[in-house]
Nanobody, 124 residues
Framework: QVQLVESGGGSVQAGGSLRLSCAVS????????MAWFRQAPGKEREGVAA????????YYTDSVKGRFTISQDNAKNTMYLQMASLKPEDTAMYYC?????????????????WGQGTQVTGSS
């Protein structure tokens, strides 16, 4: 069983920065995708950023390109999401997820394991 634990959420003024962390108990066998998703009240879960653990290719949804950076520290079994220039519309619960390698790394259905989430609130 894979366990994922997010941390680092909080409240920050517009324009501020936060770094989210996802502690990973283990990685699935084979090629693996890791990703950050977010869900605001009344909205669907949205893929924010993803990384292939083998090779390191990254993917971002358009609204965060140039502001968010996904990274991983394999020695620490931890994935990060560095968020800069935060906007009120970035407010959501943020989840990390792990799944088999996929052609659609920002699609929630592609992921098997999920963390409990960490809340990010951007205030204007």
């Amino acid at each position: 069983q894979v366990q994922l634990v997010e941390s680092g959420g909080g409240s920050v003024q517009a324009g501020g920065s936060l770094r989210l962390s996802c502690a990973v108990s283990r990685y699935m066998a084979g090629r693996v995708s890791m990703a950050w998703f977010r869900q605001a009240p009344g909205k669907e879960r949205e893929g924010v950023a993803a990384v292939y653990t083998n090779g390191g290719s990254t993917y971002y949804t358009d609204s965060v390109k140039g502001r968010f950076t996904i990274s991983q520290d394999n020695a620490k079994n931890t994935m990060y999401l560095q968020m800069a220039s935060l906007k009120p519309e970035d407010t959501a619960m943020y989840y990390c997820a792990q799944g088999d390698w996929s052609l659609y790394p920002l699609r929630a259905a592609e992921y098997r394991y999920w963390g409990q989430g960490t809340q990010v609130t951007g205030s204007s």
